[in-house]
């Protein structure tokens, strides 16, 4: 079985910074892509960045530079830096682990008040 964490959610103000991070922990036999998600209120979940195990990442466009994905894999970690916050940026961030099968943590409350 395998565990995802994730944590550094919080309340800031447009233009503000957050840092999460995503600890995977259990069972994990291999090096897989990894990536965050995210999902606002009446709205779908939607990709926000990922990153394989080679370090290739691919943002989506309303994060591109603003969001820089990372990893260490040697902790079976996964970070993204969030810089410029808007207030369209708030929802429930959620890490990915695409593994067989896919894991995900329990999801991380990002909140960007104007």
């Known amino acids: 079985q395998v565990r995802l964490v994730e944590s550094g959610g919080g309340l800031v103000q447009a233009g503000g910074s957050l840092r999460l991070s995503c600890a995977a922990s259990?069972?994990?036999?291999?090096?897989?892509?990894m990536g965050w998600y995210r999902q606002a209120p009446g709205k779908q979940r939607e990709l926000v960045a990922d990153?394989?195990?080679?370090?290739?990442?691919n943002y989506a466009d309303s994060v591109k530079g603003r969001f820089t994905i990372s990893r260490e894999n040697a902790k079976n970690t996964a970070y993204l830096q969030m810089n410029s916050l808007k207030p369209e940026d708030t929802a429930v961030y959620y890490c990915?682990?695409?593994?067989?099968?896919?894991?995900w943590g329990q999801g991380t409350q990002v909140t960007v008040s104007s």
């Open positions: 990915k682990l695409a593994s067989r099968p896919v894991y």
């Open positions: 259990g069972s994990i036999y291999s090096i897989n892509a």
């Open positions: 990153i394989t195990s080679g370090g290739t990442t």
